[in-house]
């Protein structure tokens, strides 16, 4: 009788300690479920949060942007153009060096996800005119070694003028170059337009020669300098006196040297025998912004300065990069 009382007691315990470990096990994986539910929880409380905060951030810079386009708009007064539209955003901005007809002269230059801006600068950080404005599709960089007249410079080629620029450092060249290859390439998968190809002649500066680049007629006071539009030599009048019209340039006919004339009437002789006239789609490939041959005078207003561009909207910085992006 006693070892069956003491067998039945182990049992009791027994049970009781099976009983005890199925309470423990089943409150620690309550306990468990629910620290796993409070941690699920407490995740998507952070991701909304992170949602909200990112939500108000990108709405933030949404009206900074808006301010920061209309401030450029009105920094270029009534003669620019309108630079609003959906979806644009002005990524930099700054004032680089661009190597003219007769030196290096300093334009402001503005940078969005779509299109670059540049245009004299009359009065720093309050007037600027002469807007050109460049798609990004149509713009090549080229990086180039310093020069004895430009430091940090690089070359922008366009299908209606190619120019060289320089920053202020090393530094800013590399942003400019980097932000523009990189706006460009985004730019060319949203649009989905081929790569252009064909790019204007670079000019030949002024002083880099001292006589026809044709002829070698010298140059005096008289015999002034021109550019060909096709090839970018210094030519005389003489050299010069043709017309034709190159219609990545101007729907007007530009002038040109009397061999770019040869070449040009040859090359259209070829392409009239294919196509009698020019299509539609033709007329459609002309470039959007306009061609000024005049570009290139370091235009001084003696004018006052209206007052309504008297003071700037937004803080114009001095350095040749300066970037909104986040």
């Known amino acids: 009788q006693g070892t069956k009382s003491c067998a039945h007691s182990q049992c009791e315990h027994n049970a009781k300690s099976e009983e005890r470990l199925i309470t423990f096990t089943w409150n620690s994986l309550r306990k468990l479920q629910e620290a796993n539910l409070l941690k699920h929880f407490t995740e ?47 990524v930099g901005e700054g004032r680089l060096m661009k190597l003219c007809r007769r030196n290096p002269q300093p334009k402001m230059f503005f940078l969005f996800n ?56 090393l530094r800013e060249k590399q942003a400019w170059i980097e932000h523009i290859e990189d706006c460009r390439t985004k730019q060319l998968l949203r649009s989905g337009r081929m790569p252009n190809t064909s790019f204007a002649a670079t ?37 010069s006196k043709y017309r034709f019209v190159i219609r990545s340039i101007s729907c007007k006919p530009v002038r040109v040297c009397f061999m770019c004339f040869q070449s040009l009437q040859a090359q259209k002789a070829l392409q009239d025998r294919d196509e009698k006239n020019w299509s539609d789609e033709d007329e459609l490939a002309v470039p959007m912004y306009e061609a000024s041959s005049e570009e290139d005078i370091d235009v001084r207003d003696e004018d006052l300065i209206p007052s309504q561009w008297a003071k700037p909207q937004i803080l114009i910085q001095k350095t040749s990069w300066s970037s909104y992006l986040r």
């Open 203 to 239: 000019w030949i500066p002024d002083r880099a020669s001292a006589i026809c680049m044709r002829c070698s007629e010298k140059f005096t006071v008289t015999q002034r300098r021109h550019h060909c539009r096709q090839c970018g030599f210094v030519v005389c009048n003489a050299c």
């Open 114 to 169: 779509d299109i670059l801006v540049y245009g004299s600068i009359i009065l720093h950080g309050h007037w600027y005119k002469n807007q050109h404005i460049i798609p990004l599709e149509d713009i090549v960089v080229e990086e180039l070694e310093d020069s004895l007249d430009m430091k940090n410079q690089w070359l922008i080629r366009t299908p209606k003028k190619s120019f060289y620029v320089s920053a202020a450092s």
């Open 44 to 90: 998507i409380t952070q991701k909304i949060g992170t949602h909200r905060a990112k939500m108000v951030e990108r709405l933030a810079f949404t009206e900074e942007n808006v301010t920061r386009i209309a401030a450029v708009e009105s920094l270029f007064g009534p003669s620019g153009k309108p630079l609003a539209k959906p979806g644009r955003v002005l």
